[in-house]
């Protein structure tokens, strides 16, 4: 005869799949799950909003103007040399505006046409095109001082007269293009599981909080092992935050998409994109079961919301440290901060993310994923352990009876 039938208790894994499919149900068909999946959705239609502003103010804000004030044949000079050559050379010319064209003896303060001007002038050319003056602010005749020379050069007739036909042979991509696009898509993976593993982990806590405080927590432990209790509201976690990552992907892909976008238009990255999407779910997985392991085990601790957001700042602060060493350490390939960023549990998944991204070969990954995995067990264990502990203390402290100078006290 089984322990299951002599004890007429579940197994712990049996009990963890109860737990977990009770959790994941009530969760899934609640209300609030609602508004969970809506969430996401402010902060995409204000940063719309935001996007649209600031295109609006980019559009308004006017080309940055050379203004040129100088004697009338020497200023249309410069104006007809610099639309020649701005048909050959493209926008990095400056956009030309006659400020004033001076008579003989006549004075010009640059610096007060500046400050009075309606054409948005970043500065302005004075002299002759034998010998221009460039006024304005540091920064900007430091950038214009070469354009504004070869104008003045080409008003002044000294300019080249033909400039040779380029023949154009282009490929595809460079070495230099797609190392940078890959590191851009190593940033944004790194990003999104990042802000996916911090959202998402933190709803352990308040579902533990919450029936700690209904006393549900008393009647599972007097039903099924503690060790079940743990590992079903884990894993009913991440059940949910896959259903919800789910939703979000296909109503974000099918937008982007419907855009006109495709993952072609950007690097494949070097595992090539199905493998790099699969190896997010695995890195995001290991990644959750290791915070939500953490953030069980302070539920166990905590009573209170407060206590909760109290004990939980420290490994919040923690984690967004692993976060920030994990890309720092995408710029150190070969070294001993790459392999650290690799082994330490909490910056791993960051960090083989993004070697996904810029480096071919599964073998390591295949390697870390082991790693992790037994990371995943001792931590997940480690929190049992203590949820296992804690967790029924929620109650009144026991009283004890203690002598005070000889006398019995409660």
């Given at each position: 005869m089984s322990s299951h039938n002599r004890t007429g208790r579940l197994?712990?894994?049996?009990?963890?799949?109860?737990?977990?499919?009770?959790?994941?149900?009530?969760?899934?068909?609640?209300?609030?799950?609602?508004?969970?999946?809506?969430?996401?959705l402010f902060p995409f239609v204000i940063g719309a909003l935001a996007g649209g502003v600031g295109e609006q103010v980019k559009d308004s804000i006017q080309r940055p103007m050379l203004g040129v004030a100088m004697a009338p044949a020497d200023a249309e000079a410069m104006v007809a040399a610099q639309q020649a050559l701005a048909e050959r050379i493209g926008p990095s010319i400056p956009g030309l505006v006659v400020v004033r064209k001076l008579q003989p003896g006549e004075s010009f303060d640059p610096v007060g046409a500046m400050k009075s001007n309606e054409a948005n002038l970043a500065a302005v050319v004075t002299g002759?095109?034998?010998?221009?003056?460039?006024?304005?602010?540091?920064?900007?005749?430091?950038?214009?001082?070469?354009?504004?020379?070869?104008?003045?050069a080409q008003a002044a007739g000294n300019g080249p007269k033909a400039l040779p036909a380029v023949a154009l042979s282009s490929i595809a991509t460079s070495k230099a293009d797609q190392t940078r696009s890959r590191l851009l898509t190593a940033q944004v993976g790194q990003?999104?599981?990042?802000?996916?593993?911090?959202?998402?982990?933190?709803?352990?806590?308040?579902?533990?909080?919450?029936?700690?405080?209904?006393?549900?927590?008393?009647?599972l432990a007097a039903a099924i092992p503690m060790d079940a209790v743990f590992l079903g509201k884990l894993f009913a976690m991440l059940a949910v935050s896959w259903v919800g990552i789910t939703v979000w992907a296909t109503v974000g892909g099918a937008a982007w998409f419907t855009a006109g976008h495709s993952l072609s238009?950007?690097?494949?990255?070097?595992?090539?994109?199905?493998?790099?999407?699969?190896?997010?779910?695995?890195?995001?997985?290991?990644?959750?079961?290791?915070?939500?392991?953490?953030?069980?085990?302070?539920?166990?601790?905590?009573?209170?919301?407060?206590?909760?957001?109290?004990?939980?700042?420290?490994?919040?602060?923690?984690?967004?440290?692993?976060?920030?060493?994990?890309?720092?350490?995408?710029?150190?390939?070969?070294?001993?901060?790459?392999?650290a960023a690799m082994v330490i549990p909490f910056s791993?998944?960051?960090?083989?993310l993004a070697k996904a991204a810029q480096h071919e070969g599964l073998v390591v990954h295949g390697l870390t994923i082991a790693w992790q995995v037994l990371c995943v067990a001792v931590f997940v264990r480690m929190g049992a352990a203590m949820f296992k502990k804690r967790v029924m203390k929620s109650g009144p402290a026991v009283q004890r009876k203690r002598k005070w100078f000889g006398r019995a006290a409660t």
């Open positions: 197994s712990t894994l049996a009990a963890a799949f109860v737990v977990a499919r009770r959790d994941f149900t009530a969760i899934l068909f609640s209300r609030s799950f609602i508004f969970f999946l809506l969430g996401p002759t095109p034998q010998a221009p003056v460039l006024t304005g602010p540091t920064e900007r005749i430091e950038d214009w001082q070469g354009r504004v020379a070869l104008i003045a990003t999104v599981l990042f802000l996916l593993t911090m959202l998402l982990a933190g709803m352990v806590l308040s579902n533990l909080v919450e029936e700690k405080g209904n006393k549900i927590i008393e009647v238009d950007y690097a494949d990255p070097a595992v090539g994109w199905p493998a790099f999407l699969l190896l997010g779910v695995v890195y995001f997985s290991l990644g959750y079961l290791l915070l939500g392991s953490v953030f069980l085990a302070i539920g166990s601790l905590a009573t209170t919301v407060r206590e909760v957001q109290t004990l939980s700042m420290p490994v919040t602060m923690l984690q967004l440290l692993n976060f920030f060493f994990a890309g720092f350490a995408m710029a150190k390939a070969g070294t001993w901060i790459e392999t791993s998944p960051f960090m083989m």
